[in-house]
Every structure is written in structure tokens, then in C-alpha cells.
């Protein structure tokens, strides 16, 4: 790169933290401090962003690729079989993951899912790079992103396989963060985890922070903003379920739900993420706009689709019925915020509740 690129650089870091101040999400001087010393660009030197026309790939060599690089965005920097398999996460979604992290200066970090490296590189500027481990399933990735972070001076531990399995050979933790999506919160992590210490997860389309207790559960709350992470997946996958096609055997009744809630309104599709995990959807439009049809579907087989008044549904779930228990509870608790719900973790599973753990949110499981 060359020394006006580095200048440019400063520049559109110091741009986007004073606009993460002044749209509230920064509120840690030290955080704001590592923002503008850590360089973002170092680590997406090629990546795709969504066009008019389909995907766009970008390189260091397009003229806007640097001012794109320091903008508020997802950066997808993978895709396999079209699809986005690894990516920048937001640097607003980072910094507010990052901040309820609480880290001090002697903490230790467990990060899952390296990615590009950036948030490693931001972890260890904040601590250093010695306190830091982090944990990518994409060989391929796991050493691009090494690479990456050694040539900035930054090199944490990255290794190479399973995230939920965490990496009990630098255990224990003080504090762990996650940036892909989960269903469950790994039983793993718990022990590998202080007491006391902290853990941040997608989980669903939020946030979860849990603080684990000297018994080994965990227990916390949601963030209040949104979430919406790639998930989890095993080497040579896209960690997205694939649609099982529409099946031959199906039921079909009515349906009195407004289909653009189901499509469109984020503060439900996260209530939904919750009673109904791990299933993907899709929606159509007619030409004025409005929603006129809604896919669901999961890696079970599951499969609804509802399209004006009708609903048809097959597998071992039922998936529109997960839809409706989860707008029940969405209207019977006034559309509740992500902050009102929260989840205890034990090395049995998890339970997820409303306002208090005494209120569990029923759930739709996935099979098997």
C-alpha cells in the first residue's frame, strides 16, 4: 500500500469512529482509541457488496474500494457456490459486540470464528496479541487471516477447527465472543469460561451476553440491537439450510397472520429465530410492493410456505404453526424488545425466557 493509501486510511478510520460516537454506539474511549489505530483494510483486500445488477467483487485496485472498505458495512470476503461463507462483520455490530465484552487489561480472549482477522487484530491492540486465541473452522481462512495479522504486527494464537468445541489447550477464559450465529450455546464453552467471565453470542437475530456462575451455567440477557451473523458450519459448508425443494405429501389449511409482519418486521422475525431455530425463509413481492408469499424451511426437511390466506406445511416440524405460536407471544407481550428476553445455559442445554428466567419461551426444536 502505498503512504497516501495509509493516509487515506487514517483519515476514514477517524471519519467512521467520530460517526460511531455520534450515533451512540461508541461510548469506550479505549475502544475508540483501538477503531482509529487498527487498519481494516489490510484484511479485505478483495470483497463482494450486493448491486442492482447482483454481486459486485471489489478490489484494492477499484477506485473506491478503500472509502468502501471504512463504511458501516458487512463486507462479504467468501463465497462458495454463490453464497457468502466468511465476511467483515459491520465495524458499528463489532464495536457494540466488543464493548459488552468489558474486557480489562489483564483479560484473557477466546474469539470464534477468525474470519478476516480484523476482530482478532481490535482484541489484541486492546489487550495484546499473547492474550488473545482465536478459532477458525476454514483452514484456508485461518491461515490467510494469520498471515494478515502478522504482517500488521498482531499475532494472537490463530488455530485452525471447531469453534464450538472452543480451544481447551489456553483454557480458561476470561471472556469469550463469537461471530458467527448459533441455535444453541455450546455446552463447551461453559467450562472453558471463568466464573465470573463473560460470554457474547449470536444467537438467533440477537445478541446474547452470559455471565457464567461458579456452578457452571451461564445466564444473561439479549443486546437491544440486532443481529445477523453467518452460521456456524463444519469445514467445505455454507452453514445455510438447504432448500429441500416442495414436497410431494403436505398439509393445508388457513392462515389469518399479515404476511409482511412474517417478512418484514425485524422486532418479530427475531421472536421467531428464538421459538423456531435454525430455519431460513424468503419472501415475494408483487409489483406494488407488498408481500404476497413466505418460504420457510430447514436442514431437517421442514418446509412452509403461505401465500395469501393458505398455508401448506410438511416435516418433521411445523413450521407455520412455529410462526403463529411465535406471533402469539410477540402480540400478548406488546412486541417485545430483544432486550426483554434472555437464556441459561447448562451443560444439559438451554432455556431461553422473557423478562424473567421463571418464563420460558416455548420453542419448535430442530429433529434429530
Excluded at 476454514?138 to 464450538?164: I, N
Excluded at 459448508?237 to 392462515?255: D, Q
Excluded at 418446509?303 to 400478548?332: I, K
Amino acid at each position: 500500500m502505498t503512504t497516501h493509501t495509509e493516509e487515506r486510511a487514517e483519515e476514514l478510520r477517524a471519519a467512521l469512529a467520530d460517526d460511531l460516537e455520534a450515533s451512540g454506539q461508541l461510548t469506550d474511549p479505549a475502544w475508540r482509541k483501538v477503531f482509529e489505530t487498527v487498519p481494516r483494510h489490510p484484511y479485505v483486500p478483495e470483497f463482494w457488496t450486493l448491486t442492482g445488477q447482483g454481486q459486485r467483487r471489489v478490489t484494492f485496485a477499484d477506485p473506491d474500494w478503500l472509502d468502501l472498505v471504512y463504511t458501516d458495512d458487512a463486507l462479504a470476503t467468501q463465497l462458495t457456490d454463490g453464497v457468502a461463507t466468511s465476511s467483515s462483520t459491520a465495524p458499528g455490530l463489532m464495536l457494540t459486540m466488543l464493548q459488552a465484552l468489558d474486557v480489562a487489561d489483564e483479560h484473557r480472549v477466546l474469539e470464534v470464528a477468525t474470519g478476516t482477522g480484523y476482530n482478532a487484530a481490535l482484541l489484541s491492540e486492546r489487550l495484546s496479541s499473547h492474550q488473545v486465541v482465536s478459532v477458525e473452522v476454514d483452514p484456508v481462512l485461518a491461515r490467510l487471516a494469520e498471515s494478515r495479522l502478522r504482517r500488521s504486527g498482531y499475532p494472537p494464537l490463530v488455530v485452525a477447527g471447531d469453534g464450538r468445541d472452543g480451544y481447551p489447550d489456553r483454557a480458561p477464559y476470561d471472556r469469550l465472543i463469537a461471530t458467527c450465529g448459533f441455535s444453541t450455546v455450546p455446552a463447551a464453552w461453559l467450562e472453558q469460561v471463568k466464573p465470573a467471565g463473560m460470554i457474547v453470542c449470536p444467537l438467533g437475530w440477537g445478541t446474547v451476553r452470559l455471565v457464567v456462575a461458579h456452578d457452571g451455567r451461564a445466564e444473561g440477557r439479549f443486546l437491544p440491537t440486532g443481529s445477523y451473523f453467518m452460521a456456524v458450519r463444519d469445514t467445505g459448508t455454507t452453514g445455510t439450510p438447504v432448500h429441500p425443494g416442495r414436497p410431494g405429501a403436505m398439509s393445508g389449511r388457513l392462515t389469518g397472520l399479515d404476511l409482511a409482519t412474517v417478512a418484514e418486521d425485524d422486532a418479530f422475525r427475531f421472536v421467531l429465530s428464538l421459538v423456531a431455530p435454525g430455519t431460513a425463509s424468503a419472501a415475494e413481492r408483487g409489483d406494488d410492493g407488498r408481500t404476497t408469499a413466505v418460504e420457510l424451511w430447514s436442514a431437517d426437511g421442514s418446509w412452509a410456505r403461505a401465500e395469501g390466506e393458505t398455508v401448506r406445511q410438511a416435516g418433521p416440524r411445523l413450521l407455520w404453526d412455529a410462526v403463529e405460536a411465535a406471533h402469539e407471544l410477540y402480540v400478548e407481550h406488546d412486541r417485545p424488545g430483544r432486550e426483554r428476553f434472555g437464556v441459561t445455559v447448562t451443560a444439559e442445554g438451554q432455556r431461553i425466557w422473557l423478562d424473567t428466567p421463571s418464563h420460558p419461551v416455548p420453542q419448535v426444536p430442530v429433529a434429530g
